[in-house]
Nanobody
Framework: QVQLLESGGGSVQSDGSLRLSCATS???????VGWFRQAPGKGREGVAS????????????FYADSVKGRFTISHDSAKNTVYLQMNGLKSEDTAMYYC????????????????????WGQGTQVTVSS
């Protein structure tokens, strides 16, 4: 079981930036970590994911089309933390953002299908005003 704790959410003006953090309890392992979001009245959407691994190396970043070119996922192994840098924020990015972790099955990317992830954080709210 991997414990996850998100932070870094807040309110920002349109075209602003935020960096979300996901502190994980996972150490020396191979894991898929993804960021998801859910806006009021909408379903959960996968935003980005990556592989973190001491054996295979970090990488295999994947982004939803809606955030490609604006969001960047990264990992600091020394801090056991995965980040989501969000630039050029739009009002439609307003949502509760969740960090999730799951086992890597060897695919090219971790993907953002919810069923791949069985450990979830509590979420952090991002509000973008125009």
């Amino acid at each position: 079981q991997v414990q996850l704790l998100e932070s870094g959410g807040g309110s920002v003006q349109s075209d602003g930036s935020l960096r979300l953090s996901c502190a994980t309890s996972a150490k020396s392992t191979t894991l898929c970590v993804g960021w998801f979001r859910q806006a009021p009245g909408k379903g959960r959407e996968g935003v980005a994911s990556m592989l973190i691994s001491d054996v295979h190396g970090d990488g295999r970043a994947f982004y939803a089309d809606s955030v490609k070119g604006r969001f960047t996922i990264s990992h600091d192994s020394a801090k056991n933390t995965v980040y989501l840098q969000m630039n050029g924020l739009k009002s439609e990015d307003t949502a509760m953002y969740y960090c999730a972790a799951g086992r890597w099955g060897g695919a090219e990317t971790c993907g953002t299908e919810s069923y791949r992830y069985n450990n979830w954080g509590q979420g952090t709210q991002v509000t973008v005003s125009s």
